[in-house]
């Protein structure tokens, strides 16, 4: 599991013992610094590629960071999921605020169903954007969002080809970090955090969470998915 901030390639972990303490938190960049709350469990896939199990209970990465990436107006983010238990709705990646519950972004997997997600508010109405392919048949997915805060209009991938799109709550607006900047002062992974505390944990494993300051394109999502789905 390599936490990424705005770094292309990431870097994997196949050493035969499990991954030591701290390995999360390397990239090519820099370092991202989230902490773990629990202990962090891990998976060696047949490949060889050690993957983060989250239990949906406990588990997950945080760290305080006050409107973090504020000046990105676009973006990406990606992550590698596997996930069969879908009893509620389950974080993959958020940023948000602790003393309201007004400006956030959210990635995730929606309950019962497993379609990925992008909720969002920035200061007003909740805009919740549902895709229609479900990712919680225990197979790896690739699970990508991509928003633009001047072009407008999210757009959700999974695998190698983008989904069709629900707007499930407000409007499809693509509004990015610079428009929930405010008072955001958290990053997650498996779990959101916000002013009601901790909640929506991920059950199940992830790997490869990555942020990049751009809208990547169908052929960058396809080239990414190709490269990495035989570690899986």
């Avoid at 019962?112 to 479900?134: K, P, W, Y």
């Avoid at 300051?213 to 990414?224: E, K, S, Y």
């Amino acid at each position: 599991m390599i936490i990424q901030d705005c770094a292309f390639e990431p870097r994997r972990y196949t050493g035969p013992v499990v991954p030591p303490d701290g390995l999360e938190d390397i990239s090519k960049g820099r370092k991202s610094d989230m902490a773990f709350a629990g202990t962090a469990q891990w998976y060696r896939e047949i490949s060889g590629v050690w993957t983060l199990l989250l239990d949906g209970n406990s588990y997950y990465a945080s760290l305080v960071t006050p409107n973090w990436r504020q000046e990105d107006g676009r973006g990406t983010i990606m992550c590698w999921v596997q996930s069969v238990v879908l009893t509620g709705d389950q974080t993959i990646f958020a940023t948000s605020d602790t003393g309201t519950d007004t400006n956030f972004i959210q990635l995730r997997l929606a309950q019962t169903t497993g379609f990925l997600e992008i909720v969002q508010r920035d200061g007003g109405a909740l805009n919740q954007i549902t895709g229609d392919v479900a990712c919680g048949d225990g197979l790896w997915h690739l699970c990508v969002v991509t928003g633009d805060t001047t072009v407008g209009a999210y757009i959700l991938w999974v695998d190698d080809g983008a989904v069709g799109l629900t707007v499930t709550a407000g409007l499809n607006t693509g509004n990015w970090l610079d428009a929930v900047y405010n008072i955001r002062d958290n990053i997650s992974v498996g779990a959101w955090i916000n002013n009601s505390g901790t909640e929506q944990y991920f059950d199940g494993n992830l790997w490869g969470l990555r942020y990049w300051p751009w809208v990547m394109t169908r052929g960058d999502v396809w080239a990414l998915f190709n490269k990495e789905r035989r570690w899986f």
